[in-house]
């Protein structure tokens, strides 16, 4: 029997191959004899460089950047030298789960590290780039990202924007003379995991400003900011992305990666499942277990376990669940080709309790949805046995 393992990873507890070797040695204690492929999955947020990486075997390097506060750090991205294909997580520079919950800033936050990784993979001759949106501190509208290329925005006066979002409502003009002329070669897949427009009530502010540290009074601000950058970019190229799945994704980094970069926005999970071979995988499998932190309602714009249930789908293989919590509409995964859900926790407790149990609870669910795949198998069995 081969059983697929393809989680995202569970915020805050565990990366996805840490999950996937958890859901592993449970599936062991009832199917010792069953093949077990691992294949950690990401849908473009914080830890999508990981799965890329253990997927396509590229090396992992690390460039000095700025974060979201601007100020210098580490980061990794990762290089494919063979196919010329550099891999760039937005979450690496300009992430939220960098910054204390004190630190959160919408209003100021950048993604001008984002920009830098992309200039360190372009000195390497990077021909194609993919980029990761999810798990971004910023709302800036991928400003930042294109300042550090060499774009410059200005005032009514010639001065260039502060870093941030609030500050584009002061933008009278962008200069593209500046932009890095290797950007015209670099073919660029951008990997989201929503289909939010920029602006509006679905829009990058309103729906994530709020987790980035945005008062309500904050996100209108961010999202006529974000209006005024639309029509300024509108102005200068001709072109008007405002409207597309996608665009609000990162604080308006997917607007800017389809302006500025002729980006492809695509589905994370569907990308991440290119270059894994993912069809491959599923050939001959029985059974497939993934899962991620929450599975709800929101999960259908294009999280992992509903790619992943897709994708089973078209080859007939049922999946099931293991989610950290199934919150407000999570049934909707029926439709989607998702078999049984299950929720980790095996008794009333808080999320700090089950953070440091996760891959403890990983294990046992998944000891318990072998035990009952089997079943009928072998009740079948031992009724031969016993005539």
């Given at each position: 029997?081969?059983?697929?393992?393809?989680?995202?990873?569970?915020?805050?507890?565990?990366?996805?191959?840490?999950?996937?070797?958890?859901?592993?040695?449970?599936?062991?204690?009832?199917?010792?004899?069953?093949?077990?492929?691992?294949?950690?999955?990401?849908?473009?947020?914080?830890?999508?460089?990981?799965?890329?990486?253990?997927?396509?075997?590229?090396?992992?390097?690390?460039?000095?950047?700025?974060?979201?506060?601007?100020?210098?750090?580490?980061?990794?991205?990762?290089?494919?030298?063979?196919?010329?294909?550099?891999?760039?997580?937005?979450?690496?520079?300009?992430?939220?789960?960098?910054?204390?919950?004190?630190?959160?800033?919408?209003?100021?936050?950048?993604?001008?590290?984002?920009?830098?990784?992309?200039?360190?993979a372009l000195d390497v001759g990077a021909e194609r780039l993919l980029?990761?949106?999810?798990?971004?501190?910023?709302?800036?509208?991928?400003?930042?990202?294109?300042?550090?290329?060499?774009?410059?925005?200005?005032?009514?006066?010639?001065?260039?924007?502060?870093?941030?979002?609030?500050?584009?409502?002061?933008?009278?003009?962008?200069?593209?003379?500046?932009?890095?002329?290797?950007?015209?070669?670099?073919?660029?897949?951008?990997?989201?995991?929503?289909?939010?427009?920029?602006?509006?009530?679905?829009?990058?502010?309103?729906?994530?400003?709020?987790?980035?540290?945005?008062?309500?009074?904050?996100?209108?601000?961010?999202?006529?900011?974000?209006?005024?950058?639309?029509?300024?970019?509108?102005?200068?190229?001709?072109?008007?992305?405002?409207?597309?799945?996608?665009?609000?994704?990162?604080?308006?980094?997917?607007?800017?990666?389809?302006?500025?970069?002729?980006a492809e926005l695509r589905p994370g999970i569907e990308l991440v499942?290119?270059?894994?071979?993912?069809?491959?995988?599923?050939?001959?499998?029985?059974?497939?277990?993934?899962?991620?932190?929450?599975?709800?309602?929101?999960?259908?714009?294009?999280?992992?376990?509903?790619?992943?249930?897709?994708?089973?789908?078209?080859?007939?293989?049922?999946?099931?669940?293991?989610?950290?919590?199934?919150?407000?509409?999570?049934?909707?995964?029926?439709?989607?080709?998702?078999?049984?859900?299950?929720?980790?926790?095996?008794?009333?407790?808080?999320?700090?309790?089950?953070?440091?149990?996760?891959?403890?609870?990983?294990?046992?669910?998944?000891?318990?949805?072998?035990?009952?795949?089997?079943?009928?198998?072998?009740?079948?069995?031992?009724?031969?046995?016993?005539?």
């Amino acid at each position: 029997m081969r059983i697929l393992i393809a989680p995202d990873s569970y915020k805050d507890a565990l990366p996805a191959q840490a999950a996937a070797a958890a859901i592993a040695a449970g599936l062991r204690r009832a199917l010792p004899e069953a093949e077990l492929v691992e294949c950690p999955m990401g849908d473009g947020g914080e830890g999508t460089l990981d799965a890329l990486l253990a997927a396509t075997g590229a090396e992992r390097r690390e460039a000095r950047v700025h974060d979201a506060l601007g100020r210098a750090t580490r980061a990794s991205w990762g290089w494919h030298a063979a196919s010329r294909t550099a891999y760039v997580e937005l979450a690496e520079a300009s992430g939220l789960q960098a910054l204390a919950c004190g630190e959160r800033t919408a209003l100021h936050s950048t993604t001008r590290g984002v920009g830098e990784l992309i200039l360190a993979a372009l000195d390497v001759g990077a021909e194609r780039l993919l980029l990761t949106l999810g798990g971004s501190a910023t709302n800036d509208g991928g400003a930042g990202m294109l300042m550090a290329l060499g774009a410059r925005l200005l005032d009514a006066e010639g001065r260039p924007l502060p870093p941030g979002g609030a500050a584009l409502a002061d933008l009278d003009r962008l200069d593209l003379s500046g932009l890095d002329p290797r950007l015209a070669q670099l073919q660029v897949e951008t990997a989201v995991d929503v289909d939010n427009p920029l602006l509006g009530p679905r829009g990058a502010s309103a729906v994530f400003g709020p987790q980035k540290g945005a008062s309500e009074a904050d996100v209108e601000r961010l999202d006529a900011a974000l209006a005024h950058f639309a029509d300024r970019v509108a102005d200068t190229l001709g072109e008007d992305h405002r409207d597309l799945p996608g665009a609000g994704a990162a604080g308006g980094m997917g607007f800017a990666a389809c302006a500025f970069l002729n980006a492809e926005l695509r589905p994370g999970i569907e990308l991440v499942m290119d270059q894994a071979g993912f069809d491959r995988h599923l050939h001959g499998a029985a059974l497939v277990i993934t899962g991620e932190g929450q599975l709800d309602g929101q999960s259908l714009a294009g999280k992992t376990p509903i790619g992943i249930a897709r994708a089973a789908r078209r080859h007939g293989v049922p999946v099931v669940v293991l989610a950290g919590r199934l919150g407000p509409g999570w049934q909707a995964a029926y439709d989607e080709g998702v078999t049984a859900a299950f929720a980790l926790a095996d008794r009333l407790m808080t999320l700090d309790e089950a953070l440091p149990r996760c891959a403890e609870l990983l294990a046992d669910r998944a000891e318990g949805v072998a035990r009952l795949f089997v079943a009928p198998r072998r009740a079948t069995e031992e009724a031969r046995q016993a005539r």
